[in-house]
């Protein structure tokens, strides 16, 4: 008895001590750390991989009533038992056991209907990866999968057999340049006329108004007009002359079912023939798909092409909410703890600023719609945009709004950091500073807030973090699935704040649910997820840099 009350009371100061807590929460910062890496490693392996050049298998069946060739792509296999297939055409109502099924991507949506299907092991001959398999990657209709056969040139043969491929590379490259030669002079340098041509018929329309449109002035306009026409003829006609050049190259192809099509080189972004490649040629080839993905506009749908649009619009979003955050939330947070008489009035308003936390995103976004957009927007567009009227210039969804909406949503979080790091200042501090002859305000300026920035940063960390993921107040205010030109361009005044956007979130929402091609879409809302975690971290890690590199300067300054 003696020796079981001795351990009794070992058992009760091991509790007292606090060990077992320490462990418990060791353990569930553990088991947090790795769901959250292997949640990344996840997301990071099934994006990533979309973009590594797959071996191409052809599939080869017979039965007795026919022979089947399938070309496609390895997506996953599984092993499924053969009672719960009896019902699938073609696939033996007799077979037993377990039977090895593959999802596979077979491209030619135009030719097959759909890019995917279910091949079974059933009546299966012989799978092998003939070298001499094609894969392009087109701008419409998915991948093509098949056997390259001749290139023609003006429907011309220009050559056929061992000679084709690299023929069609060189073809396929010159049709690459002028494919960007066409997308420079219709963006940049056309879009820049028609953007001046736009701005002059506002103009035009704002004299109108003001009944200053004298004959001088008319004149003085057509005649910017008329030479903005013609520049915009000269670039016309080197427009039509390059969709000439590059509508001359095509291929003739035969796919798995033995027919021949022919495909415009004009409508191929690159090709490859993965079954030939090496180790090194795969890597080198992933490293260019993964760039594309960043760097390139997205196509069909979101599915093919790249996220750069969305990339861009999220960060420069994100930058312009916490440019406009940050002060007010400082001030808000300055005024309650430096100035404002302490009392119940004060107390309530705190309670209210922690409880905006808490309140759904989409509100906000319903208030922004409201108060921002059709509100504020639609009395800047009487007051400063008439000419454009009934067309809105602020008084539709665009980037200001988006931003102001979500630097509403995230002020809470930096007023309460602020508070804190303000609170934490020794008050010692202020009185010396007071002793020696400065001001309030300039104690506040050239003591407080240094020493509470490191505060004022994890305010924005916090902020930059929630704001960068929201989507639902964005569907209101600003973003959209397909943006025509991007908030900063070279045409004056060159950050276009009434301009609608992309963004990260919604693009996952987008091409996860909307997709009409869910099977294609699915690795994309992977990377596009995996991207959208490298933005925020890359954001949140300089804003914590800056608030270290703040900490130890006025670090001894706090000792």
């Known amino acids: 008895m003696i020796q079981q009350s001795g351990t009794c009371q070992k058992t009760k100061d091991w509790f007292k001590s606090g060990t077992p807590w320490i462990w418990m929460n060791a353990g569930a910062i553990a088991i947090a750390l790795v769901a959250v890496f292997g949640l990344l490693l996840l997301i990071l392996f099934r994006g990533m991989?979309?973009?590594?050049?797959?071996?191409?298998?052809?599939?080869?069946?017979?039965?007795?009533?026919?022979?089947?060739?399938?070309?496609?792509?390895?997506?996953e296999s599984?092993?499924?038992?053969?009672?719960?297939?009896?019902?699938?055409?073609?696939?033996?109502?007799?077979?037993?056991?377990?039977?090895?099924?593959y999802l596979v991507k077979t491209g030619n949506r135009d030719i097959l209907g759909s890019d995917f299907r279910w091949l079974y092991d059933i009546d299966l001959v012989e799978r092998d990866q003939p070298e001499e398999l094609m894969?392009?990657?087109r701008i419409e209709w998915g991948n093509f999968y098949g056997y390259l056969n001749s290139v023609y040139e003006n429907d011309e043969l220009v050559a056929s057999g061992d000679e084709a491929w690299s023929e069609f590379n060189q073809r396929l490259k010159r049709t690459i340049e002028i494919r960007e030669k066409i997308l420079h002079l219709e963006q940049v340098e056309i879009g820049a006329i028609n953007y001046k041509l736009e701005r002059l018929r506002l103009q035009e329309r704002s004299l109108q108004l003001d009944d200053k449109l004298?004959?001088?002035?008319?004149?003085?306009?057509?005649?910017?007009?008329?030479?903005?026409?013609?520049?915009y003829q000269v670039l016309l006609k080197e427009t039509k002359v390059l969709y000439q050049d590059i509508n001359r190259d095509s291929i003739r192809a035969t796919v798995m079912d033995g027919s021949e099509v022919t495909v415009p080189l004009e409508k191929i972004v690159k090709a490859w023939q993965p079954n030939k490649m090496s180790l090194t040629d795969k890597l080198g080839f992933y490293?260019?798909?993964?760039?594309?993905?960043?760097?390139?506009?997205?196509?069909?749908?979101?599915?093919?092409?790249?996220?750069?649009?969305?990339?861009?619009?999220?960060?420069?979003?994100?930058?312009l909410m916490a440019v406009l955050v940050t002060p007010f939330g400082v001030i808000a947070a300055v005024y309650l703890r430096e100035y404002a008489r302490q009392g119940a009035l004060i107390r309530i308003i705190r309670i209210a600023v922690n409880n905006l936390a808490g309140v759904p995103s989409i509100v906000y976004g319903v208030f922004g719609l409201g108060f921002f957009v059709y509100f504020l927007g639609g009395n800047i567009d009487a007051l400063f945009f008439p000419e454009a009227l009934p067309s809105p210039t602020f008084g539709t969804p665009g980037?200001?709004?988006?931003?102001?909406?979500?630097?509403?949503?995230?002020?809470p979080v930096v007023i309460v950091a602020t508070e804190e790091g303000l609170s934490r200042i020794p008050r010692s501090l202020r009185e010396g500073s007071l002793g020696l002859g400065a001001t309030k305000a300039e104690t506040l300026w050239r003591v407080v807030l240094p020493m509470a920035s490191p505060a004022i940063m994890t305010g924005l960390i916090l902020a930059v973090a929630r704001a960068a993921g929201e989507v639902a107040p964005l569907m209101l205010v600003g973003v959209v699935k397909l943006a025509p030109s991007l908030p900063l361009d070279g045409n004056f005044p060159f950050l276009h704040l009434d301009r609608k956007f992309m963004h990260l979130g919604f693009h996952i929402?987008?091409?996860?649910?909307?997709?009409?091609n869910v099977e294609?879409?699915?690795?994309?809302?992977?990377?596009?997820?995996?991207?959208?975690?490298?933005?925020?971290?890359?954001?949140n890690l300089t804003a914590i840099n800056l608030r270290n590199r703040l900490r130890e300067k006025y670090r001894a300054l706090d000792n």
């Open 520 to 539: 294609a879409a699915r690795p994309l809302v992977y990377a596009t997820s995996f991207l959208l975690v490298v933005v925020i971290v890359a954001l």
């Open 78 to 101: 599984e092993t499924v038992p053969a009672e719960s297939l009896h019902d699938i055409a073609n696939t033996g109502g007799d077979a037993e056991g377990n039977i090895e099924r």
């Open 49 to 75: 991989s979309h973009f590594w050049p797959a071996n191409v298998e052809a599939f080869h069946y017979e039965n007795a009533s026919n022979s089947l060739t399938v070309i496609a792509e390895i997506v």
């Open 287 to 319: 490293v260019h798909s993964l760039w594309s993905f960043i760097t390139e506009d997205p196509r069909e749908a979101n599915t093919e092409g790249g996220i750069f649009p969305a990339i861009f619009g999220t960060v420069m979003m994100v930058m």
């Open 509 to 516: 929402y987008d091409v996860g649910f909307q997709s009409p």
């Open 399 to 411: 980037l200001m709004w988006s931003s102001l909406t979500l630097a509403l949503l995230t002020l």
């Open 135 to 137: 894969v392009l990657e």
């Open 214 to 231: 004298t004959e001088d002035a008319a004149k003085d306009l057509a005649d910017v007009r008329a030479e903005l026409n013609l520049e």
